[in-house]
């Protein structure tokens, strides 16, 4: 049997005490250090978790993000190509519309032109009836002597006159326009078929074939307009006035309803004089009358 001395005694109980407190502390700290590892481990799955649905957030994002842009970006070039296609109606809608206008402004001046050469024929007839002697009346026969005159007593018939030569080419041309700008169209073929026929070598001569056949368009004579300015084209084919009198050819085609002969000559006119200006309004005729 285990003695306890008395001193001790009365000190037995506190260190009981002490030893139980200590012992208490201890399983009290493991219990806390077990709670923190629980909470690191759940603190871990709950970060995990949170970054595994901020990467699905991130994703989902960019997906809305990237499906929104591509539908903008649909409708952005769906827009840009209905404006392109409007602003090529929209040219080819001017174009044609300034073709249409230049026609009708050139179909509008050779009317006025007509219409003053008409007048001034007109007046040019008027002036030569009011400027025409009258006729005298010859004594002896009682009747209006030849020529307007009457031949003086005792005096035979004037012996003929030789054959005046003909003027030169240059006043002969410039009054044939002149002339055919009045619209007398007869007086002005006069003159110029006799620059063609006394001087076949002048470089004026296919001026005075274009003019000829201007002469026949300006009567309505489409069928003589249309052999003369081919022969033009045929005979002067390096002239000044070849590509026009093509062009006038084809215009003439044009309104007979031979619509593919005019193509043929329009793009010859492109093909063969491409800087005469002819080759412009070919041009621009062809643009307008493509085939479908």
């Known amino acids: 049997m285990i003695v306890i001395p008395r001193r001790l005694r009365a000190t037995f109980p506190a260190v009981l005490l002490l030893c139980g407190g200590c012992l208490a502390t ?7 250090q077990l709670a923190v590892r629980v909470l690191q481990d759940s603190t871990r799955v709950q970060q995990a978790r949170s970054d595994s649905m ?5 994703r989902e994002a960019a997906l809305t993000l990237a499906q929104q842009f591509s539908r903008e970006f649909a409708v952005t070039s769906d827009s840009l190509r209905a ?5 090529q109606r929209l040219q080819g809608d001017v174009q044609l519309s300034m073709h249409d206008i230049r026609t009708q402004m050139a179909t509008l001046q050779e009317g006025i032109g007509q219409s003053q050469r008409r007048l001034a024929d007109l007046g040019t007839k008027v002036e030569a009836s009011a400027q025409a002697p009258a006729p005298r009346v010859d004594p002896a026969t009682g009747s209006a002597a030849p020529g307007g005159s009457v031949p003086a007593p005792g005096t035979g018939p004037a012996p003929a006159a030789t054959e005046p030569a003909a003027p030169p080419a240059a006043q002969l041309l410039t009054r044939g326009k002149s002339s055919l700008d009045r619209g007398a169209t007869g007086a002005a073929r006069q003159f110029l078929q006799t620059l063609v026929d006394n001087y076949p070598l002048h470089d004026r001569v296919a001026d005075a074939q274009q003019y000829i056949a201007e002469s026949y368009e300006f009567e309505g004579n489409k069928a003589a307009a249309d052999s003369v300015y081919a022969m033009v084209v045929a005979k002067y084919p390096t002239a000044d006035v070849a590509p026009t009198a093509l062009y006038k050819r084809a215009r ?3 309104g007979a ?7 043929a000559l329009f793009q010859q006119i492109v093909d063969k004089y491409p800087r005469a200006d002819a080759s412009l309004l070919a041009g621009e005729w062809l643009k307008t009358h493509r085939r479908p």
Do not use: F, I, P, Y
Request: glycine residues 8%; hydrophobic residues 45%; without cysteine.
């Open 26 to 32: 201890r399983g009290d700290v493991e219990k806390l």
């Open 54 to 58: 901020n990467r699905a957030l991130v």
């Open 83 to 87: 404006v392109s296609a409007t602003l």
């Open 252 to 254: 003439l085609l044009e």
């Open 257 to 263: 309803g031979q619509t593919e002969a005019a193509r």
